[in-house]
């Protein structure tokens, strides 16, 4: 895929910044995806390739928000490996609204970042369509980081986005 411009790159990692600096979102560097992909690694993943897509497709859309509801939309704090149901239904259905609920406690957000959150396990939860092109782009990520986790072919880990800084990231992923 297409790198980023220099602006799309500096605000994804300007937009992300307050974000990973959440207590709560270091505490997903302990929790696991898929394979050896902490969810942490993956939301940011998700975030970095919903905009390499937004960008590929050339789609007009509020990236600020995109990067912002990709980075949170599996905020939902628990191990669903070991804990499939935590009393609002199976993992796969419920997690997106546990995660929007999260991120609301933490986070302002507006409506477009909430529907990326909750509807991004599109079609599995068949009745919540994304509404939104960022909510679209995010919802096909997310699929994409999930497969290439699964089969072991991801490139990235918890380090890619932080300490490694702005040129490597620049590198690899962006
Ligand atoms: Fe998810
Ligand atoms: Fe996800």
């Known amino acids: 895929m297409k790198k980023l ?16 600096g959440n207590e709560n979102m ?13 969810v942490f690694a993956h939301s940011l993943a998700v ?16 990236k600020r ?12 704090m628990y ?8 009393g609002d239904g199976l993992h796969g259905f419920a997690h997106p609204n546990t995660a929007s609920k999260n991120a609301l406690r933490h986070f302002r957000l507006n409506k477009l970042e909430i529907d ?17 092109r960022e909510s679209w782009l995010v919802c096909i990520a997310d699929k994409y980081c999930s ?13 890619t986005f932080v300490k490694m800084g702005r040129n490597r990231i620049t590198k690899t992923i962006l």
Request: aromatic share 10%; hydrophobic share 40%.
């Open 116 to 132: 990326i959150i909750r509807k991004h396990m599109w079609p599995l939860t068949f009745t919540k369509l994304p509404k939104y």
């Open 5 to 20: 411009t220099k602006a799309d790159r500096d605000l994804f990692l300007d937009t992300i910044e307050p974000i990973i």
């Open 79 to 86: 191990d669903w490996h070991r804990v499939n149901d935590i």
């Open 147 to 159: 497969l290439l986790e699964t089969l072991g072919l991801s490139t990235y880990n918890d380090d």
């Open 26 to 38: 270091q505490e997903t560097k302990k929790l696991i995806q898929h394979g050896n992909v902490s």
């Open 47 to 62: 975030a970095a390739y919903s905009m390499k897509l937004g960008a590929m497709l050339e789609w007009d859309i509020d």
């Open 65 to 76: 928000s995109l990067i912002r509801g990709a980075v949170l939309h599996d905020f939902f």
